[in-house]
């Protein structure tokens, strides 16, 4: 529960954490606070427009911020264009979230919740969140996914209203999530994003902290850096690999592959040493003739050397 940023506290949001925003003229006073309440504000809702828009600014500057027939606008605080510019289109109470579920609206109240919300009542029937919920409209049909520019800015601006609230990432919903009736903001006709996994991108956004926008890193950046790292941390973590060794397994049964390959050089050099250090046995030609003929008529004798030499190869490793 808190009480509504102003517009000047709003755009002092959008400025700490580098968010590209356009004002739509008149935006700051633009509302329905006459016919109903706004505020205590408990979250922020996403949407989506519901169609593909090629002019960002003209759709929040008319259709966004006049309103459809029946319904007057604003019907946002917040636009997003498929360059992720963020528009400001309103300010107080705005015709976005409609009725939903009371059930939900305890849940983002306490966040105490896990995975996707599942409302049980729609706009008709449910309690008012245009007074109680901030919204994005976010300027596509819902029916594909966003950008990456709109889904980057979503991000960002949802943890600029976190920061400024100290709420966690269960504070922001989709509006599918609030109503029954609804499924925004989709990803593909008639499917509802994921919201758990845009909550947890949300809580990234904001452990990360306000950067500028042209510091922050693309997806592609990110995906390079963890290339990177990965190989290392995997060749070095202890768990992955079972101790081969007998003798301590017992104590640690199991190993970094850093460590096994360590472990076998040290064998291979130790091996190589002692057979360096082997007195050299010198046999007259005659012996290796009397040698060679007995092995070849007793198999068995074969066997019996490369056992003899095999213990003898191990007692020198042992030691």
């Known amino acids: 529960m808190a009480t509504p940023m102003t517009a000047t506290q709003v755009v002092t949001q959008l400025k700490k954490w580098g968010i590209r925003y356009v004002e739509i003229p008149g935006w700051a006073t633009h509302n329905r606070n006459t016919v109903g309440a706004w505020g205590p504000v408990h979250g922020f809702v996403w949407h989506h427009t519901g ?10 500057a008319g259709t966004l911020y006049n309103g459809l027939a029946g319904l007057p606008g604003p019907l946002c605080q917040f636009s997003i264009g498929a360059d992720g510019t963020t528009y400001l289109v309103g300010w107080g109470r705005a015709n976005h979230a409609g009725g939903g579920d009371p059930a939900v609206l305890a849940h983002v109240i306490n966040e105490d919740y896990t995975g996707q919300l599942h409302p049980t009542v729609g706009n008709r029937d449910g309690v008012d969140g245009n007074a109680r919920f901030y919204g994005v409209e976010i300027q596509y049909s819902g029916s594909h996914e966003m950008t990456a520019a709109q889904y980057a800015a979503a991000r960002r601006l949802s943890a600029a209203i976190l920061d400024f609230h100290g709420w966690s990432e269960k504070s922001v919903i989709a509006h599918g999530e609030w109503s029954s009736d609804k499924w925004d903001p989709g990803y593909a006709p008639g499917k509802i994003m994921a919201m758990p996994g845009v ?7 904001l452990i990360a902290g306000p950067l500028q926008e042209d510091d922050m890193p693309t997806a ?5 850096e963890v290339a990177k790292t990965l190989p290392q941390a995997t060749w070095l973590t202890d768990g992955f690999v079972k101790n081969p060794n007998p003798a301590t397994a017992g104590d640690n049964p199991y190993i970094a592959p850093a460590t096994g390959l360590r472990n076998i050089e040290i064998v291979v050099r130790r091996t190589e040493k002692a057979l360096a250090e082997l007195p050299a046995v010198e046999l007259t030609d005659q012996q290796i003739a009397t040698l060679a003929a007995a092995v070849a008529a007793n198999p068995a004798l074969a066997e019996l050397i490369a056992e003899k030499v095999a213990v003898k190869l191990a007692e020198r490793l042992a030691e």
């Open 51 to 60: 169609v593909d828009v090629s002019d960002a600014a003209g759709y929040a």
């Open 199 to 205: 909550r947890a991108d949300v809580l990234a956004t």
């Open 220 to 224: 592609a950046e990110i995906a390079a």
